[in-house]
């Protein structure tokens, strides 16, 4: 299991990687080797808002279907296309190409109650 240094993550499972005003955000490589192989991803649509702890999306795999969660409010700006063609890439590279979208966002204070690695690694160790 990755925890990459240079992220924030949410009890749920997001990651984030923040570049100025911009969130790029995805799943953590715990969770997509919690669901298997994954087979479809629906995201909600560029312009959407999003609300921090409010599915952004839902995510389909061999074991199940769970919704995806914003760790952040804002402005979803972009979304990986790639996802609608080949999800699996979220299995095979959670943290680059299996980005999931872009949020513009409107509350950077809620980067503080995100976790940091340790915090995050501590979380699924416990499990």
């Not at 990459?4 to 100025?20: F, G, M, P, Q, S």
């Not at 109650?113 to 979380?123: A, I, N, R, V």
């Amino acid at each position: 299991m990755k925890i990459l240094e240079d992220l924030k993550y949410a009890k749920t499972h997001e990651w984030v990687r923040i570049e100025n005003n911009i969130a790029t955000c995805g799943i953590s490589d715990y969770a997509q080797s919690e669901l298997s192989d994954v087979v479809f991803i629906e995201l909600h649509p560029v312009g959407s808002l999003t609300e921090k702890g409010s599915p952004f999306g839902t995510i389909e795999a061999v074991k199940a279907v769970t919704d995806i969660y914003a760790p952040l409010t804002g402005k979803i700006i972009e979304v990986n296309a790639k996802l609608s063609t080949t999800p699996e890439t979220v299995n095979n590279d959670p943290y680059g190409e299996g980005w999931m979208i872009k949020i513009e966002m409107s509350n950077p204070e809620e980067l503080d109650s995100l976790l940091t690695p340790k915090e995050y690694e501590e979380l699924v160790t416990q499990k």
